[in-house]
């Protein structure tokens, strides 16, 4: 099993550019989610999946969207990118929602945004 | 506001001390968890409580609903056990979304 992968590993974007950050499992989790990793603050939820075909926000889901279309793939999309955004991004997944769930996490992608 | 803190922020030890990371938490939860991220970035889960204590090896991790509290406690350290180690705890009556620490950075000096 690969488990969680992400790509890219490392981004640049200039201001204003859209994107979207791939994220895909092979474990058959129907739990995902994204988190952004900031210097000095924990991660931090910016939306989550309980299934296919079901998405919600997170703590800070605003400027990303998401999409959930098989159970495999749970790509996050930045709009309109802004300096703001510029993050370490995980995916993580989980066999459920439950919390007793171990969380499994993707490499990361470090996104800077110029 | 945070509901996670864990201290120290940072900790230097020698090979082979007994080390303890702290977590507090301020809200109810179901479950807590210990995670670990290398200096490469990957994070792997460690353990989940509940309550009472999970050993694994050399790591060992307790929890006190009571207090609102968990360490984590790593014997006989190893220079491999250099990595940034956070707590997470999930929220009563949130699906499984975690607040997380800002993590304790450990270095162990062979």
């Known amino acids: 099993n690969a488990g969680v992968t992400q790509t890219p590993k490392f981004q640049v974007l200039k201001t204003g550019q859209s994107m979207t950050l791939q994220c895909a499992q092979d474990m058959n989790h129907e739990y995902m989610s994204w988190y952004r990793q900031d210097p000095g603050m924990g991660l931090r939820l910016i939306h989550y999946s309980v299934g296919a075909g079901i998405t919600d926000q997170g703590e800070v889901p605003n400027g990303y969207n998401v999409s959930r279309s098989t159970t495999e793939d749970f790509p996050l999309r930045l709009l309109s990118a802004a300096p703001s955004q510029t993050s370490v991004y995980f995916c993580a997944s989980s066999l459920g929602a439950s919390s007793y769930n171990e969380q499994f996490f993707g490499p990361g992608t470090r996104l800077t945004v110029l | 506001k945070n509901e996670v803190e864990q201290s120290p922020q940072n900790l230097t030890a020698q090979e082979g001390e007994f080390i303890t990371i702290n977590c507090s938490y301020s809200?109810?939860?179901?479950?807590l968890h210990w995670l670990q991220q290398h200096p490469g970035g990957g994070i792997v889960s460690l353990f989940m409580?509940?309550?009472g204590k999970k050993k694994h090896g050399r790591l060992i991790a307790t929890i006190n609903i009571q207090e609102k509290h968990s360490s984590l406690h790593i014997t006989a350290s190893h220079p491999r056990d250099s990595a940034v180690y956070i707590c997470a705890v999930v929220s009563q009556g949130r699906i499984n979304q975690f607040y997380f620490g800002t993590g304790t950075s450990l270095t162990v000096i062979p």
């Open positions: 409580l509940s309550s």
């Open positions: 809200v109810g939860i179901s479950a």
